[in-house]
């Protein structure tokens, strides 16, 4: 009677394995068929345009961060050129940064030396708000004239 106890308890171990194999590959397979697109939907990488169809852009208007200690008329070229492009985060993040280094200037923080509310601060605040409302007419001409020398 042992070894008939025996064999029956192996057959069962065997028959466990079975079922828990089968189990993992069922839902291994549902897992499976619910990443799978539905019948008729286009991948979208295939109808990508080919990388020689995307029309070219200025190099400064590149999708990596603006430079790092860059002047504010390099700021205000790349604001520049990303409002022509279209890029309203670029333009206004260029923007921001040439407005900051306007309104930060070499000075002791102690000296108490108001804020510069000077004609250019004012013209890119102008420009930031146009951009903002989606006028990129406006925000191109705001911010040629922010490039233009300042009386100072």
């Known amino acids: 009677m042992f070894r008939h106890d025996k064999f029956y308890k192996t057959q069962e171990i065997a028959m466990r394995s079975l ?14 068929c619910a990443q799978s697109a539905p019948p008729g939907d286009q991948n979208v990488a295939s109808t990508a345009p080919p990388m020689g169809a995307m029309p070219m852009q200025h190099s400064m208007i590149s999708h990596g961060p603006l430079p790092q200690d860059a002047s504010v008329q390099t700021y205000l070229r790349i604001a520049e050129v990303a409002i022509h492009g279209r890029n309203k985060a670029k333009a206004d993040d260029a923007l921001s940064h040439a407005e900051t280094l306007v309104l930060t200037r070499s000075v002791p923080q102690s000296a108490g030396i108001p804020v510069d509310h000077s004609s250019r601060v004012e013209t890119i605040e102008q420009a930031r708000a146009a951009l903002a409302s989606g006028d990129f007419g406006q925000a191109a001409h705001l911010t040629r004239q922010a490039m233009m020398p300042t009386e100072s």
């Open 19 to 32: 079922w828990l194999a089968s189990a993992a590959i069922v839902l291994s397979a549902g897992m499976a």
